[in-house]
């Protein structure tokens, strides 16, 4: 009883601990973004600003346009995710269902793309964008991020779907059930919450993407809000801190808002499915 005691103790210790690591960037952040420039100049920073400001988020807002690159943002990661969700979930319930050479074969060349790193693939990708007119577009770069999040959320979700039981599509199968109907009443609501988090997955990638679209966005009323906020740091590599931490902070809220929203949704989705099976 001891030792499980102990083990459990130092479980939640080591929890608490990489839970700390975790947030330490983010409240440090947030720190940054409510302090003078006097306090960010201080030989002896402080946690807790001494006399919060909200000058910083006016800065930034006055200096960049943050919510036209934010809209940019949101418009490209909300239809990367939907897209590439369509497009995953047919394809992982074949590959989940038909235990093919083909299959696995697929599956780990899916694993395997992930490995590639971005420079190898970024002028092949510029070129065949511009040939199709696509260059300094929000529809070239959805494009780019459906293709790039796809591996990644079609390995998820053939993860998901063999956790479906497959006696559950036969016992509707005898029910009298069709196959559509198997697939809409049985495996969709068990589904739900890999489809969510997958969901989730993709947007939370496009959305803090920098590389392709510093590429492939040129005119400023295109740009994203990662590369918005690289016009805080001037020329000669100097960050206005104060302004660049009010604008990251304001970049991560959308991330953590959908996240806190659509857990509960996982959450109970997950109970659901359990009581289903």
Request: charged share 10%; hydrophobic share 60%.
């Amino acid at each position: 009883m001891r030792t499980s005691a102990a083990g459990r103790v130092g479980q939640y210790a080591a929890l608490l601990g990489y839970l700390v690591f975790l947030a330490f960037p983010f409240l440090w952040l947030v720190s940054t973004a409510f302090k003078s420039p006097r306090e960010l100049g201080s030989p002896h920073p402080t946690w807790i600003p001494r006399h919060p400001t909200l000058d910083n988020f006016r800065q930034a807002f006055d200096e960049q346009p943050l919510l036209r690159a934010a809209g940019n943002s949101l418009l490209a990661a909300l239809a990367a995710a939907v897209i590439a969700v369509l497009i995953a979930t047919p394809l992982a319930y074949v590959m989940a269902r038909q235990r093919t050479r083909l299959a696995k074969a697929a599956t780990g060349w899916v694993v395997v793309s992930q490995a590639f790193p971005l420079v190898l693939v970024i002028i092949p990708l510029f070129l065949v964008l511009k040939e199709l007119r696509l260059i300094n577009s929000l529809a070239g770069l959805v494009m780019v991020y459906v293709v790039w999040a796809l591996p990644f959320a079609l390995w998820m979700l053939v993860g998901y779907v063999r956790a479906v039981p497959g006696e559950l599509e036969e016992a509707a199968a005898v029910d009298g059930a069709g196959r559509l109907r198997t697939l809409v009443s049985v495996t969709a609501p068990l589904l739900a919450p890999g489809i969510v988090a997958t969901a989730l997955f993709a947007f939370i990638t496009a959305w803090n993407e920098f590389f392709f679209a510093l590429v492939l966005l040129k005119t400023p009323e295109k740009q994203t809000l990662p590369v918005v906020l690289t016009h805080f740091i001037g020329a000669e590599g100097v960050a206005d801190l104060g302004p660049l931490a009010a604008a990251a902070f304001l970049a991560t809220l959308p991330s953590l808002i959908i996240f806190a929203i659509i857990q509960r949704r996982i959450t109970g989705g997950m109970l659901a499915g359990a009581v289903k099976s």
